[in-house]
């Protein structure tokens, strides 16, 4: 039963022209920043800039675009759940099929959908590092604990986004009201967080929001109050499952 619902959810994405618009939008976002990253790191190696400097800065050139492509990905999920609710085709759904099924097909959906753009735009971008980089310097970086962390940490974060939307979606049940509260806890708070900080009132706990840890997993922030980069991966896993879990409490009861 679920596979069939996973496999709705598909077909009617492909009907969707949003879909050829915003997942091509999100990997033009992820593969464009990390160029603009390995660009700045060919600058700094001509300036005979230590090779872990460079290997680090290039590592983290992978997930550099992922506050842009995640936000992509947020407004893809929340158009998955609001776009069923506008047409009232997700009624029809709830004939055949459990609420939870439904729930849980979206979840899958859309979580497949930020795992391709993920492992596509790793890809992509580790192509522009062949033709941007030396030959030396990519070599060091496949070998580099580095990588591989702000790889992780890029999917999660991926992950987080469309967690949020989907969550949102459910919550209040319009797409431009998800959006909006998506933007502002994703975005505006870190940055009154960040006018605080500027301030000099410290905020460690701005570390632990969703803004926050996905910054430390994809190595984007340095030397910030918070979590390691692996503890900020598991953590952000947790907002995940609460998201959804508070997106699911709110579509049971309607």
Known sequence: MLSNAVGSELIKLRAYRLTYW???????FLVTAAAFGFDSVRLSAAEAAPQSVLIDSAAYAFGLGSPLSGLVLGVFAALIVTADQGSGTIYQSLLVLSRRTVVL?????????????????TFAIAAVALVMLPGSLVGALAAAPALWVTLAGTLVSHLTWVAVGLGFSLLLQRQASAVGAMVMLLFVVPMVGAALVAAGRTQNWLGYL?????QTATGTV????????????VLLLGWCLAFVEAGWLRFRRR
């Open 22 to 28: 915003l997942l091509p939008l999100a990997l033009v």
């Open 105 to 121: 097909a979206k979840v899958l959906a859309s979580g497949a959908a930020a795992a391709l753009i993920t492992a596509v735009g």
């Open 210 to 214: 969703p803004a926050g840890l996905m």
């Open 222 to 233: 340095t030397a910030q109050p918070g979590p390691t980069a692996l503890l900020a991966c």
